[in-house]
């Protein structure tokens, strides 16, 4: 079998609110995730109005990042990361938002951070926003919904741009925009968009005009991007969950077919540059009055982007003649999943499926034909330590291993263009969904738990040596 591409960038992947902590340290202002309580598997996290002093924050100091960065990119390079996925907290850099001017030390982090990334040959590979709105434009704008955002971005990005253009190559603009498409979920709206569903408003009407605000806002970003600097790379991040038909009778098939365009409407969008058919019908059949401005699609048209990201994590299956129950898509969920016999879950109840992934792979490229990145993938799990301070982790490296294998395969035989792969969570970090400790991902283990208790002293798994092997031999040796 012929061999991955020499440049493939074997990586790992984190996000800001996840794991850099120090989130009111050095004029940082709070963001939308500075407000979320922990929750846990089924328990949902809660949006507090305001920072309250007797509630937890498992993000306010995460992993402390922030302060230790030196010792954890020295791992990484040890590991053999080709490049480290991040993003830039955008209230480090905007404290409100709505400034003026930008916050210098936090920009100073950020060179210091790329600096110390490159110094070891790691290329940073940076996401604008990863769920880090500035909580006063969530508060006093309204988020997304608002028009006036679109610019606030959109600076926030030139700023970015401009700072780390002889830095930073790789780029995306918005971490899985479309996960929001489950309206009912207030978390995605609120962390993707800053917006909350007032009573009597349609979250779905509501959802596609802070989604249109941010495809405006990634295609702008996008144009004075490729403007600051050309050899910019600038991609879309989307989340995806592949819908099987439960069997092949006509109407599931149907059925998948359709719910696909939960995925695909925001990629569609950002590769494209113009609206599909299909949303524009809904539009009609729905009432929705989404306000679009005179130049809007010239924008979109105009800002579209050079490759595609996306985290697989899962599959789900549909079945049409189930009665629709919501359920939610952080465990890959529609209404009309059902269970796949086929295919086992974690124990947060995600569905492991590593021929998904190499589908998954295919369909894009066969749709977009342009160049494909996983930024995210990977096992959340309790671990546990031996006495001689060792973890033994063979269930992420059997489900790491098993999903290079499928990706292997659809580089070199299927023949699809792809960029990298960038495994979730390279480190242990506070959970998106759960806001817990205990659902790990990393190949470092770092010692806190769910209360925020720990030395937050770092230990290598033994996925550790497994993936610098994997690297070191660009997946010959899995
Ligand atoms: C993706 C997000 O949804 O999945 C990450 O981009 C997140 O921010 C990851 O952490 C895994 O989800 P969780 O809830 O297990 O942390």
């Keep these: 079998m012929k061999q991955l591409p020499k440049d493939f960038l074997w990586g790992g992947a984190l996000a800001a609110h996840q794991f850099e902590g120090g989130w009111n340290q050095d004029g940082k202002g709070p963001s939308v995730v500075d407000v979320l309580t ?5 328990v949902p996290r809660r949006v507090t109005e305001t920072v309250e002093a007797d509630s937890f924050y498992p993000n306010h100091e995460a992993i402390d990042f922030y302060n230790r ?4 990119v020295a791992l990484f390079a040890e590991m053999g990361l080709k490049c480290l996925r991040t993003s830039i907290g955008w209230s480090r850099i905007f404290p409100k938002g709505d400034e003026a001017e930008p916050n210098e030390a936090g920009l100073k982090f950020y060179d210091d951070l790329f600096d110390e990334l490159l110094s070891h040959g790691i ?4 996401t604008l926003s990863h769920f880090e709105m500035p909580l006063h434009l969530a508060r006093e704008y309204g988020g997304f919904r608002n028009r006036k955002v679109v610019d606030f971005f959109v600076k926030f990005a030139e700023v970015c741009f401009d700072r780390y253009k002889d830095k930073v190559k790789y780029w ?3 971490n899985e925009i479309n996960n929001k498409m489950d309206a009912e979920n207030p978390l995605f709206l609120w962390t993707n968009s800053g917006v909350v569903v007032e009573e009597g408003e349609n979250a779905r009407e509501v959802m596609y005009q802070a989604g249109h605000h941010e495809l405006i806002s990634s295609a702008l970003a996008v144009i004075k991007g490729k403007e600051i600097n050309p050899e910019f ?3 879309a991040m989307v989340s995806h969950v592949p819908v099987y038909p439960f069997s092949s009778n006509p109407d599931d098939i149907m059925l998948a077919e359709e719910l696909m365009r939960e995925r695909y409407f925001f990629p569609d969008v950002h590769v494209r540059g113009v609206y599909p058919n299909y949303v524009l019908k809904e539009f009609e059949r ?3 009055n989404i306000e679009f401005l005179a130049g809007d699609e010239e924008i979109l048209r105009n800002g579209t982007v050079d490759y595609l990201g996306f985290s697989y994590y899962m599959s789900t299956t549909v079945k049409a003649d189930k009665e629709a129950t919501h359920s939610l898509v952080v465990n890959g969920g529609l209404a009309n999943s059902v269970d796949n016999p086929f295919i ?3 124990d947060w109840g995600w569905s492991i499926d590593p021929v998904g992934l190499r589908y998954t792979l295919n369909r894009f490229y066969d749709r977009y034909q342009i160049p494909l990145f996983i930024v995210e993938n990977g096992f959340g799990a309790v671990d546990h330590i031996e006495e001689d301070g060792s973890i033994h982790d063979p269930q992420r490296i059997q489900y790491l291993n098993d ?8 580089v070199t035989y299927d023949g699809v263009d792809l960029m990298g792969y960038t495994p979730w969570g390279i480190i242990d970090i506070v959970s998106f969904t759960t806001g817990e400790m205990k659902k790990r991902y990393g190949m470092i283990h770092v010692d806190r738990d769910n209360e925020g208790n720990g030395s937050m002293k770092r230990s290598k798994k033994d996925s550790f040596e497994w993936y610098k092997k994997v690297i070191a031999t660009n997946g010959e040796e899995l």
């Design 38 to 42: 922990a929750g846990a598997h089924g």
């Design 69 to 72: 960065y030196k010792e954890d």
């Design 123 to 126: 290329e940073p590979v940076i």
């Design 172 to 174: 995306m603009t918005f």
């Design 233 to 235: 790379q600038i991609g």
């Design 286 to 288: 729905e009432g929705f």
């Design 344 to 346: 086992k879950a974690s």
């Design 403 to 410: 999903h290079i294998e499928e990706l292997m395969k659809a």
